[in-house]
């Protein structure tokens, strides 16, 4: 078995298109995530007890099924169940979307719990509504908090997308699989995939460690992500 | 104490966490420019008396009259409009850690008074200059001394345009050295008039301010007067034992 590192090069572009696909499913996937774990964390710490136990059991359910299950049974179950013609790639987006959203939703849910309450009854003091207190006072702070955490989620859901290959969603590892099974290069191909994850990983991290620099509280020395 | 002068009456507020009561049925009434001093030992329920008043504790039972109009409260709406017009300063600050001195005093500006940013800004600044801090305006929270930060929830209360002012040992978070830039600054408010109820154990507050002294100990008021009546040196009473033992500690702010 020779190393034929022509065919790296040749399908390279073939690659770098599916990392892009790969890209968008896991932006797409966090914003979704942002939305739903904001939304639920709210909903668990300042709601009505029903609330509360009803978001929970939304957190446990995507916690507690593996990725993979969950794809099967959206994709091949409910949607098709409900007569949904939702796109592979769609669906491997709206699933990574609903789990990391549950994550999400403890990642904003423990940082509201680690906020002094202080700050919350001052603003009610000077008469601001729940809503406005949780927009305008705590969510601005633990969003900010919660950057460190957030960017060990992306990195997380980025590497959980390359399953969106069994259902055939045309995505890096997708291709790289169906480059790798016709020339039979899975050493150097499989390495170019794991190292196209790998910077996008690094990019993504680094990007987010940027945001959490820029929009830091100023006077706070605690850095979330360490040196 | 006729209620016709009443600007701000509770009546009979309890409250308890669980089984255990805090305040047991506290009635007082309160007329324009009055300073009422809460003094008594920590746990008797002077925080939860003062919580209670603008409701950040939901009292149990009880009444909260505003101009001799009952508060509902349970209306969010009416709760919010009591909350504006009783202002209220905490032992730790609680100012917005994410916001500037200035912008810490016009957000609530904004968003409960409706004021455009241009105008909440002229407010908020006029108000930092009152407690002499206009040079710290864009400093954050963090940026600032204990005292600064107590003089910034000082002029983030009075830009709300509150009728009444409730201070909760407003000096009691403070290094002492930072204690008296905060009492300049009371004793300024009290000069230009605000009603105010205040829990603190600064014998110079007490001393000086108290048209009023309510001792509360397990949850109710246990005694009420002047400062004449309740610390001259013929009265036996409580408040005045306790006001001994709070200058034993120290003598000087006498």
Known sequence: ???????????????????AATAVIVCCAMAIGLVIGVVMAVGMVYGPRPVALLLSSYVWFFRGFPVLVLLFLF???????LGLNVSALTAVTLVLGMTTGAYQANIFKGAMLSMPKGQYKAARALGMTQTQAIYCIILPQILRMSIPAWSNEYSIILKDSALAFVIGAPEIMARTQFVASRTYQHLPLYITAGLIYFVLTWAGVLLLEKLYRKVRIPGYSQDGFGQ | MSNALSILRISNLKKSYGKNTILHGATLSLH??????????????????LQCINCLAMPEEGEIFLHDNRVDLQSAGELNELRQKVGMIFQDFN??????????????????????????????????DQVGLSDKASLYPAQLSGGQKQRVAIARALAMDPEVLLLDEPTSALDPELVGEVISVIKQLAGNGMTMIMA??????????????????????????????????DMVSKTRGFCERLNEISPEDL
């Open chain 2, 95 to 128: 100012l917005f850690d994410h916001l500037t001195a200035v912008d810490n005093i016009t957000v609530a500006l904004r968003k409960v008074k409706k004021m455009s940013k241009k105008d909440a800004l002229c407010r908020a600044r006029r108000e930092l």
């Open chain 1, 1 to 19: 078995m020779h190393f034929d590192l022509s065919v790296v090069i040749d399908s390279l572009p073939y690659l770098l298109q599916g990392s």
């Open chain 2, 32 to 49: 324009q420019g009055e300073i009422i001093v809460l003094i008594g030992p920590s746990g008797g329920g002077k925080s939860t008396l």
């Open chain 1, 75 to 81: 994709y091949f179950g409910l949607f098709t169940f």
């Open chain 2, 200 to 233: 603190t154990h600064q014998m110079s507050l007490i001393s000086t301010l108290a048209d009023r002294i309510l001792f509360m100990e397990n949850g109710s008021i246990v005694e009420q007067g002047t400062p004449q009546e309740l610390l001259s040196s």
